[in-house]
């Protein structure tokens, strides 16, 4: 089973349906995904998935009121992270790898607070601690990338994920395509609702304290580009250096989609931070 033709399936956490694909080994820890901003299922790199997925049991999730799950999307980090742990239990997991970006990193290091005994190994990429100054601005953000991209014919990813140059354009175009390839059973788009309700919980997000990193005992590798316009690059420098137990890897000529742009190396990587 690879990410094109993986099935979408439902489960009922708390009397809402939440979406999901798994993709990847039967047994071992799964590796959860927990995506960005305004992203649905279909928003994840296929390479990044299916070469994660060689060596690990992958499960992509929507969570409360994204793509294809049922509920209202909640405002804050927090609900989020609640929402994450009743998924990974009405799975009967009770203990799981975390791969979030953007957003989803912030949701991750929420969860490795409120329930550490779920939370093994986590990698966070293209995402800041709670206080720092990040993606409070993502609306204003998105809608300048809509104007600029509209304008020479673009996607906004090539804008908000990619770096101008034109080797991180070439590399924008592939990654696109990819995200293309599935063709039948694709995830329902983001609603503006929900693109609000996570607008609002980011901006609280850079209110909030990253006193509570001190507390994540768990190994972490955190990724991002050089030139992240999203998540300013600086913030995952600030994050690995709140958290006890934590790499840091940074990408040359890349944003906030570094681990799409270089996914073969970003892979690589990964699979050795989680074999380790």
Sequence with gaps: MSANSAVTRTVDVDGTPFAYREIGLTEGVPLVFLHHF??????WDPAVVDGLAERHRVVLVDLRGVGGSGGTTPDSMEAMSTDLAGFLRALG??????????????IAQVLAQQEPGLVRRMILAGTSPAGDAGPANALALLQGALHESAAVGK???HVLFFSPTDSSQRAADEFLARLNERTEDRDAEVTNETIGAQATALAKWEQGSPEGLATIRQPVLVVNGDNDIMTPTI?????ARYLPDAQLSIYPDAGHGALFQHHELFVEQALEFLSA
């Design 235 to 239: 913030s995952s420098f600030n994050l």
């Design 38 to 43: 305004t992203a649905v299922l279909d928003d």
């Design 93 to 106: 997991f009770d203990e799981v790898d975390l791969l979030g970006v953007s957003m989803g990193g912030m």
């Design 155 to 157: 996607h906004p990813k």
